[in-house]
């Protein structure tokens, strides 16, 4: 129903910033709740940050809290992962997903995924 397109990956040096970018091509963007996932080698995808339909509501895992925020502009269909104080632990590839009517973290909720970009962050 909703197609997703992700940018802003890349490759940064451990400390520095990076702004993850995703697009939805929908006419009713305001009424998804959207998550930002990340999947590193050899581990589970987890979900680092949520955001409900308005911008008043957020989750974070607690290793990004403080690091990262996660916010959506409804008028630009657009929602943002801002990284900060990136370390090599973050290395990963970052996914953004939405959900019509879920306010969890379980990934098998989200119905409509992104491609993926990478973050990859040297020490």
């Known amino acids: 129903q909703v197609q997703l397109a992700e940018s802003g990956g890349g490759l940064v040096q451990a400390g520095g910033s990076l702004r993850l970018s995703c697009t939805a091509s929908?006419?009713?963007?305001?009424?998804?709740?959207m998550g930002w996932f990340r999947q590193a080698p050899g581990k589970e995808r987890e979900c680092v940050a949520r955001i409900a339909y308005t911008a008043g509501g957020t989750f974070y895992a607690d290793s990004v809290k403080g690091r990262f925020t996660i916010s959506r502009d409804n008028a630009k269909n657009t929602v943002y992962l801002q990284m900060n104080n990136l370390k090599p632990e973050d290395t990963a590839v970052y996914y953004c997903?939405?959900?019509?009517?879920?306010?969890?973290?379980?990934?098998?909720?989200?119905?409509?995924w992104g491609q993926g970009t990478q973050v990859t962050v040297a020490s």
């Open positions: 929908t006419r009713t963007f305001s009424s998804y709740v």
């Open positions: 997903a939405a959900s019509i009517a879920y306010y969890g973290s379980a990934s098998a909720m989200y119905h409509n």
